[in-house]
């Protein structure tokens, strides 16, 4: 049993989280740790790609819950791309989808952050 | 009414339009009478006259209407009520050409009389012996029906002849049939996939006609009995022989076993949730087999059985509506009507032959091992079905060594389907030697238990042959539950966690002393959340709920008891 926990820093103020494994009371604290890179004012979007999550537990929906607080204290958003219908069931149990914008696919998540991009930057041209 | 599939247009329940139905009974009916081709060769190597190959065609259509009409009505406990063909099963073959050798076709049809009372005597045990047939058993018996198809079919795919030559325009035919089926059951959008066996058939037949394969000449006898006929069939000389009874009645088992997987992959192919056969709809079915093989030797041809490589088809064009099954029966009855109809497709060219039977054979080995890895396999169970589709590959391998043996033993050991069958059952049975169904595990309150209730259910899960999706279930709800006790503290030592197995349910036990544990049952909400991260571990009992199809808590002899309870 473990987790894999990947940040990317996709552009200025956007870092995507990747999990792979289980995240539960095992693995929450490495995982904790590993985010809190991210968790700077200046995040303003935070994507969890949710593709290789198996498993979520109430302590790792303890991490989520944490790392949204931080963002949208921030005025940030909180983004998730390809969540499995295992643990969509378990966010709508803890009431954790409202606010969240859900992509199903990284592709579509792309197409959300180069529009987002081009948006910034049309004023600047 | 179970969720049907979703490659599945008509389901077994479903009325498609009739036009829809006729057609695809239509192609059925002319699948069915490509296997005449069986009854054919007891004559052929009976030593036969014209005469007696009519009267064999006609019984045999007969045959197959009356047991698939009996087969797919399915009322009154007496047929399956699934799209299963009946048709003149190579299984009885080899036993009736000993039989007529010894003692002329009568013998052979009085003994397919016992041994059709014999598969209905046998159908009446049936559901008594469900825990023969767990899902990786009746897997190796489906992945074995479609192996045991792949030799006849290539050898008629490519047209092989005695010195083992490949002919080019057999192998052209051969190609452009099966090329013609498979594109049209994956490419065109719309219902064109229904009909993709009855097109590839008839180009089949045209690209024959084109390169020669079959002789236009030779289809002129096709009309020579006129095209409307009385059908006559000729009372059989039954006869009965106590040495042949054995051979009959190891030949009904094995078409009965074949009947099984046969009926099994109807209910998987009609069910998105398949987890376990129905044994009683399975055993009407053996019932109505039973009764066409009776009838079968009452009118003069071989045994009936269901035929795979129908319900293969109806899995591959997404229509098994047993509609279509029933109108099937009605067309094959027409047919005796019409000989010439019955006398071109008995003739029907030997590649196209082969390429129908590797289009079924592809579907029935894939639902085989879908069947088998639906469950975890644990060392056991890995050379149950291991060791047992070798075994039925050895009866492919060695026919040679085969041919010597008595005939009562060829007849389970020359069907690679019956030996490799009989192996899993065998396998299946000896390794429950020692395989307890109960099973407990004690844990620290530490973090680190999580893994290794994990660990406990993995193993215990591919010794008891469980389901992985139901497994998967109780290790999220069991680490859950572990991981608040451990986490709030709730255990003054150890957890121990028991849990029992049977094939309908799994029942998980958590004890433990100390603090009850908090089964907050109103929802919190995202702002409650967000003031408090920590009070997201309240959500626990929801979650563990959302796993397990029953939760209990209580506390008897001053323990902390959470019981989970899980269909399988």
Redesign the interface.
Known sequence: ?SLITKIENRMPGCYVVKFIGRL???TYADSETEIASALIPETKTLVFDMTNLD?I???G??VI??A??FIEGNGGDVHTINMQP?IE??FK????L??MTLFASIKEADDYFDAMQKKVLDPLE | MEQKPANIIYGVDDIPPFRTTLLLAVQHAVLALVFIVYPLMLVSEAGGTQVDAEGVVTASILVMAFATFLQCLGRKGMGSGYLAVQFTSPIYLPVSIQAAKMGGMGLAFGMTVFAGIFSVIFSRFLKYLRHLFPAEVCGVAVVMLGISMAGPAVTRFLGLHGNNSVDPHALAVAFITLSLMVALSIWPRGHIRLYSVLIGLTAGYGASLWLGVIDPAGLHAVTEKGFLALPTVPLPDWQFQWTLLTPFLMTALVSSLDTVACLITCEKINQAEWTRPDMARVSSGVLADGIGAAASGALGTIGAGVSSAHIALSSATGATARRIGILTAIVLLATAFIPPIAILLSRMPAPVIGAVLIYAAAFLITSGMELIVARMLDTRRIFMVGGSIIVGLAAIQLTELIRQLPVWLYSIVGSPFAVASLCAIALNLLFRIGTSQSASLRVEPQLASLSEAVRFFESRGAAWGARRQVIQRVEAAVSELLETVIQMGLADGDIDIRARFDEYHLDVVVLYSGVPFPDAQECLSPEQLFADENAVLSLSGSLIRQYADRVVFDAPKERQRISLHFEH
């Open positions: 049993m539960d009371g095992t498993y537990s109430s302590m929906l303890r819950l944490k949204r607080k295992q069931k378990v149990i803890a009431n954790l409202q606010g």
